[in-house]
């Protein structure tokens, strides 16, 4: 059977997590490690591996977490130009993609928008029987299965606030497309 896939991309400096899934399972997921490197030998590491990601899966629809706006210093300015690079790289290979906010995914995942690192990784472990190494990874997690729920329209199976986070997500990007 061919299946769709969905991808979460939670872009991060040092440790980048990808997460994929299709209309049934967790298809894998994984850590772009670039915590030794800098400047643009990290974005460039960082591109490449996602760019092998998405030509071997094709996603239908990817998501990534959008900018967070608590960023300080020089950081700021590198996430700006690593999420310019992927959504670029995004639009070159006709992948659509959709934007997250941070707190949006904790809650589809969790049912709190506020939840702690912990607390996400618990919830993967309890819910999904997935145990992952790193936040980041967990986070992608949370973002392809919004994403997978956000683009087959199919809330069966979701919890009742699951149900609810993507509905509010979709009158939302309906209501900026108007």
Do not use: W
Request: glycine share 6%; proline share 2%; hydrophobic share 40%.
């Amino acid at each position: 059977m061919n299946y769709h896939h969905y991808l979460g991309l939670d872009l991060s400096l040092r440790h980048t997590g990808i997460a994929i899934v299709n209309e049934e399972k967790f298809v894998k997921s994984e850590i772009i490690d670039c915590s030794v490197l800098r400047g643009m030998e990290r974005i460039k590491v960082i591109r490449e591996t996602i760019k092998k990601v998405l030509e071997e899966y094709k996603p239908e629809l990817t998501a990534i977490e959008n900018y967070a706006f608590g960023c300080r210093g020089r950081a700021v300015f590198n996430l700006g130009e690593l999420g310019g690079v992927i959504r670029f790289t995004l639009y070159s290979l006709k992948i659509p993609y959709i934007e997250i906010a941070p707190m949006t995914a904790k809650k589809f995942l969790t049912g709190k928008g506020n939840a702690e690192k912990n607390q996400m990784l618990m919830y993967a472990l309890k819910n999904y029987k997935l145990e992952f190494d790193n936040d980041n990874e967990c986070d992608a997690f949370a973002l392809a299965l919004m994403t997978r729920a956000v683009s087959t329209k199919d809330l069966s199976g979701l919890k009742k606030f699951q149900k609810e986070v993507v509905k509010n997500y979709m009158e939302r990007e309906h209501e900026k497309q108007m």
